[in-house]
C-alpha cells in the first residue's frame, strides 16, 4: 500500500536516538523530507548521516527543546531548509534524569523539568509549526505519551503527569483545528527497546541486586505488566504506527490515542 508520504516535509524530535530515530528512518524510507533533531551532536549527525547515505532528504538541528531559545532555533533552521513542515512529531521527552524516582525524595523541580522537555516542548513547536499547516490546508501533529500517562503508577510522579497532559493537548488542539485539515493524535508505547528502556532496567536490576542483569529486570517487568502480545516492542512498531497517522489515507482519525503496547492497557478505556 502507498501511504501517500513521499514529498511531505517531517520534523521528528527526540530523532538523535530510539523511537524517533526509528521514525525518522522510516519517514525517509517513504521518501518524506525529514528534520532530523536532538541535544547530543554527534548521535543527531550520525542518523542524519545514515538517512542520506540511502537518498533521503535530510537535514539535522541541534537544540534543547525545554528552552524557548532551543526550540526556536529548530524551528527556525526547519523553516529556512524546508519552507514549512507537514508533519511535526513531538516525540523528545522522558522522564527525570536525576537518580530517584520515588515521589517523596524526586525533588519537585525534576517535576517541572519533565514537564518543560515533554509538554512545553511540544507547545513551542506547536506554535511555531502548525500555524503554516493550517494556512495551507493539510497538516499532521503526532504526539508521543506513554502507558504511563495512562495507567498511574506508585514512582516517576513527573512523568506519567507530564505524559497524560500530551494526551490532553492532543485532544484539545484537535478540536481547536476543527475543520482545517490538519489532524491531532497521540501514541502511548508501553514499553520499546530503547536506550531509555535500557536505563530504566539497569536501574530495577540494581535496586533488586540483581547486579546488571537487564535480561532478568526485562523478563520479570514483562511479566508483570499484562500484555497480551509476549515480548518487548521494537522502535518499528511505534514508527508503523507513527506512518499510519501521518498518512493522508489516515485523515479521518483525530483525536486518537493509540495504545502500541502489546495489548498492555486492560481496559477497554
Ligand atoms: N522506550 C520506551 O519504552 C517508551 C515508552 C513510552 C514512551 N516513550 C517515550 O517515547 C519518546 C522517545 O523515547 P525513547 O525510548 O526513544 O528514548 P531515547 O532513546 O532516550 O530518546 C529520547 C530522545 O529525546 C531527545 N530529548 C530528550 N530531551 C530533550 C530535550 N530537552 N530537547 C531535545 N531533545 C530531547 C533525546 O535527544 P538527545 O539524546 O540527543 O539528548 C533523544 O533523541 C519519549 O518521549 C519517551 O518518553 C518511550
Not at 1 to 18: E, H, I
Not at 246 to 269: E, K, V
Request: a negative charge; glycine letters at 14%.
Amino acid at each position: 500500500m502507498d501511504l501517500q508520504l513521499s514529498g511531505k516535509r517531517a520534523l521528528v524530535t527526540g530523532s538523535s536516538s530510539g523511537i524517533g530515530a526509528g521514525i525518522a528512518r522510516l519517514f525517509a524510507d517513504e521518501g518524506v523530507s525529514v528534520v532530523v533533531t536532538g541535544r547530543n551532536v554527534e548521535r543527531t549527525e550520525k542518523v542524519a548521516a545514515d538517512l542520506a547515505t540511502s537518498g533521503a532528504t535530510v537535514v539535522s538541528v541541534v537544540g534543547d527543546l525545554a528552552t524557548d531559545t532551543g526550540a526556536a532555533h529548530v524551528a527556525d533552521v526547519a523553516l529556512e531548509a524546508f519552507g514549512g513542515i507537514d508533519i511535526l512529531v513531538n516525540n523528545a521527552g522522558g522522564g527525570s534524569e536525576g537518580d530517584t524516582v520515588s515521589w517523596f525524595e524526586m525533588p519537585l523541580s525534576e517535576w517541572t523539568a519533565t514537564y518543560e522537555k515533554n509538554v512545553v516542548a511540544a507547545g513551542r513547536l506547536i506554535h511555531r509549526l502548525v500555524p503554516g499547516m493550517r494556512e495551507r490546508g493539510w497538516g499532521r501533529v503526532i504526539q508521543m505519551s506513554s502507558a504511563a500517562g495512562i495507567i498511574p503508577t506508585s514512582a516517576q510522579p513527573d512523568y506519567g503527569t507530564a505524559k497524560a497532559a500530551m494526551v490532553n493537548l492532543s485532544m484539545g488542539l484537535s478540536k481547536t483545528l476543527s475543520g482545517t485539515g490538519v489532524t491531532v493524535n497521540t501514541i502511548s508505547p508501553g514499553m520499546i527497546m530503547t536506550g531509555l528502556l535500557q536505563g530504566f532496567l539497569a536501574k530495577f536490576a540494581e535496586k533488586r541486586g540483581w547486579g546488571d542483569d537487564t535480561d532478568r529486570a526485562a523478563e520479570y517487568v514483562l511479566k508483570g505488566c499484562g500484555q497480551t502480545v509476549n515480548r518487548i516492542g521494537q522502535v518499528e512498531d511505534v514508527a508503523y504506527a507513527v506512518a499510519m497517522l501521518a498518512s493522508p489515507l489516515g485523515g479521518f482519525m483525530n483525536g486518537l490515542n493509540l495504545h502500541i503496547d502489546g495489548g498492555g492497557t486492560s481496559s477497554i478505556y
